[in-house]
């Protein structure tokens, strides 16, 4: 069975930091570009990180650039998205995603696998 399973949300204070698990299984996961989206209520989902196949790529949202670093470990099928100095309007449901392909996307439609999604709350 192909999954993403999302872990590390959660409630914090502003200024304060989390790290987002997202642990794939039934893939040939180092064929996978990585992406971390999310989507706030009555909001469209929206791009915040990707990674290529290698982890050597990364591209960010400007609203995370300098906050968030995205990595992954292919030894253990797992991508990571670090989230310093938070804020406020960082509130979501985080969300992982996968596509076959070296880099990936920032367009949510061009990713085939998605995880369930975790909280992440930040409260002023």
């Known amino acids: 069975q192909v999954q993403l399973v999302e872990s590390g949300g959660g409630a914090v204070q502003a200024g304060g930091s989390l790290r987002l698990s997202c642990a794939a299984s039934g893939l040939a996961f180092s064929i996978y570009a990585m992406g971390w989206f999310r989507q706030a209520p009555g909001k469209e989902r929206e791009f915040v990180a990707r990674?290529?196949?290698?982890?050597?790529?990364?591209t960010y949202a400007d609203s995370v650039k300098g906050r968030f670093t995205i990595s992954r470990d292919n030894a253990k099928n797992t991508v990571y998205l670090q989230m310093n100095s938070l804020k406020p309007e960082d509130t979501a449901v985080y969300y992982c995603a996968g596509v076959p392909s070296w880099l990936g996307s920032t367009r949510p439609d061009e990713y085939n696998l998605w995880g369930q999604g975790t909280q992440v709350t930040v409260s002023s």
């Open positions: 990674v290529d196949r290698s982890g050597t790529g990364t």
